[in-house]
C-alpha cells in the first residue's frame, strides 16, 4: 500500500513495475510512451500559458504520482494532463482560468494530430462538457493525493550544490536542463529530490568533464548514495535515447479537446460487466521483440490497439446480447413497477408545478394591488398639498392687505396729530408774546 504524506510519496521499482496500468494490460513500454506524452502536454501549455517553471515541475509530479495509485486505461491522458496544469497553477500561485487551459489544449491538439484549428466556442455543449470533465478529474486528483500535494523539486538544491563544489558557470543551465527533464521519467516518485539533485550534478559534470572531488566523496556531504546517482545518469540515458512520445489510445473514451463532444464516464463505467477490463493487452509480453517494436514504432503498436479494441466491442457486444436475452423475464417483472414509480412520480411534478404557478399568480395579484394602492394614495396626498397651498396663499394676501389698511389708518393719524402739534405750539407762542408785552408796560 502507497502511503501519501508530506514529502513521502515515493516507490520502490518493484511498486512501478506492478502499477495498476500493468495489471489492465499494459505494458512498460506503453506506460513510459503515456508518461513521457503527458509530460511533454504539461511543458508546452505551460509555455504557452506563460506560467514559471516551478508551476510545469508540480503539474508533471502530480500527473506521475496519479498513475501510480490509477491506470492509463481508465483515465485518460489528455485529461489528467489538462487537470494537472490547472492544479498545479492554483498551487504555486500563477492561477489561470479552466476556459484558458481548455483553449490551450484544444489549440494543442489540432497542431499535433494534424486537424484545422477552430476556434473553440465557449458557449457550445462541447466546451460546457469539457469544463466538467477538466473539474471532475482535479476532484479524483486531490483525492487520490489525499489533498496533500506538496512538492519538493530538485531545482533548488542545484544552486547550492554548484557553489558548494566551486564548478564553473557553465554547469548550471546544464544541469538545470537535465533537471527539467528527468521529470518526465519516474525519478521524482522514486528519489528524493537530493538525490537527483546530485545524479544531475554528477551527469552535467561528466559532460564537461570536469571533475568532482573523490576522497572524501563529495555525494555523502549532500546525504546521497553513489547507487541512487547511478540510476539518475541510467534512467536519463535511456530517455534520451527514445524517440519523440506519441499518444497511443488506451482508454476507453478518446478524450479528445478537438473532435468529442461527450465526458468521458467514471472509472468503474470502464470496466465491462464480467468484471473484465475493458481495455485488452496492448503488446503480448511473450513476445519481446512486438514489445521493442512498440517503443521505436508507434505506428505499428497504434494499428495493433485498433484492432485489438474493436475485437473487444464485438465480444463486449455479444456478452450484453446473451445477457438481455436471460434478463428479459425478470424486466418484464420490472417494468410494469417502473412504470407506475414513473407515473406517480410526473404526477407529483405535475402537482407542484400548479402550486408553484398558483403561488406566482397570488403574489402578481398582491403586487398589482399594493401598487394600485399606493397610486391612489399618492393622488390624495397631492391633493390636500395643494389645497393646504391654495388655503396658504389666500391667508397670506389677507394678512397683507390688513397691514395695508393698518398702515393707512396710522399714517393719517400721525399726519393728524402733527397738525395739532403746530397749532397748539403757534398758539402758545403767541401766549408768551402777550404775557412779555405786558409785562414791559
Keep these: 500500500m502507497i502511503y501519501t504524506a508530506i514529502d513521502t510519496f515515493y516507490l520502490s521499482e518493484e511498486q512501478l513495475k506492478n502499477s495498476p496500468s500493468s495489471k489492465d494490460g499494459i505494458n512498460e ?10 509530460c511533454d502536454l504539461i511543458q508546452e501549455c505551460g509555455i504557452l500559458l506563460k506560467l514559471p517553471q516551478a508551476v510545469m515541475a508540480t503539474g508533471q509530479v502530480l500527473f506521475h504520482r496519479f498513475y501510480c495509485k490509477k ?10 494532463a489538462a487537470s494537472c496544469v490547472w492544479l498545479a ?33 465557449t458557449s457550445l455543449k462541447k466546451y460546457a462538457d469539457l469544463k466538467m470533465d477538466l473539474i471532475r478529474t482535479e476532484r479524483h486528483l486531490l483525492k487520490e493525493m489525499g489533498f496533500i500535494c506538496h512538492v519538493e523539486h530538485p531545482h533548488k538544491f542545484i544552486s547550492n550544490y554548484l557553489a558548494t563544489l566551486e564548478t564553473p558557470p557553465e554547469l548550471r543551465q546544464e544541469a538545470w536542463n537535465l533537471a527539467n527533464d528527468s521529470l518526465r521519467t519516474t525519478l521524482c516518485v522514486r ?29 555523502k556531504a549532500f546525504d546521497a548514495d553513489k547507487s541512487g546517482i547511478d540510476e539518475v545518469c541510467r534512467v536519463l540515458a535511456h530517455l534520451y535515447s527514445l524517440p519523440k512520445a506519441q ?18 464516464e467514471s472509472p468503474h463505467q470502464s470496466i465491462s460487466k464480467d468484471g473484465s477490463s475493458a481495455v485488452p493487452p496492448i503488446i503480448d509480453e511473450s513476445s519481446t521483440g512486438k514489445g521493442s517494436s512498440a517503443a521505436v514504432n508507434p505506428e505499428a503498436s497504434k494499428d495493433e490497439v485498433i484492432k485489438a479494441a474493436l475485437g473487444k466491442l464485438k465480444e463486449s ?3 450484453d446480447d446473451e445477457s438481455k436475452s436471460t434478463s428479459n423475464g425478470g424486466e418484464s417483472r420490472e417494468e410494469p413497477e417502473s412504470k407506475l414509480i414513473l407515473d406517480t412520480k410526473s404526477e407529483i411534478g405535475g402537482e407542484r408545478i400548479k402550486e408553484r404557478e398558483r403561488d406566482r399568480e397570488r403574489e402578481r395579484d398582491r403586487t398589482r394591488r399594493d401598487h394600485e394602492r399606493g397610486r391612489e394614495s399618492d393622488r390624495e396626498r397631492g391633493r390636500e398639498g395643494s389645497e393646504r397651498d391654495r388655503d396658504r396663499v389666500k391667508e397670506r394676501n389677507q394678512r397683507s392687505r390688513d397691514r395695508g389698511k393698518d398702515s393707512g389708518r396710522i399714517e393719517k393719524s400721525k399726519r393728524h396729530s402733527s397738525r395739532d402739534n403746530y397749532h397748539s405750539s403757534s398758539y402758545a407762542s403767541k401766549e408768551k408774546d402777550r404775557h412779555k408785552h405786558h409785562s414791559y408796560a
Excluded at 71 to 80: D, L, P, Q, T
Excluded at 196 to 211: D, I, L, N, S, T
Design 29 to 38: 513500454a506503453t506506460e513510459t510512451i503515456l508518461r513521457i506524452y503527458g
Design 71 to 80: 491506470s492509463f486505461a481508465r483515465f485518460n491522458v489528455k485529461r489528467v
Design 89 to 121: 497553477s492554483k498551487l504555486e500561485e500563477s492561477p489561470r482560468k479552466a476556459r484558458q487551459v481548455i483553449i490551450v489544449f484544444h489549440r494543442m491538439e489540432c497542431r499535433r494530430e494534424n486537424l484545422p484549428i477552430e476556434h473553440l466556442d
Design 191 to 219: 528519489f528524493k529530490s537530493e538525490v537527483v539533485a546530485c545524479g544531475v550534478v554528477y551527469a552535467a559534470a561528466r559532460r564537461f568533464q570536469v571533475p568532482l572531488p573523490e576522497n572524501p566523496p563529495w555525494w
Design 247 to 264: 499518444y497511443i489510445h488506451v482508454c476507453k473514451e478518446t478524450g479528445s479537446f478537438a473532435t468529442s463532444n461527450r465526458s468521458w
Design 317 to 319: 457486444k455479444k456478452s
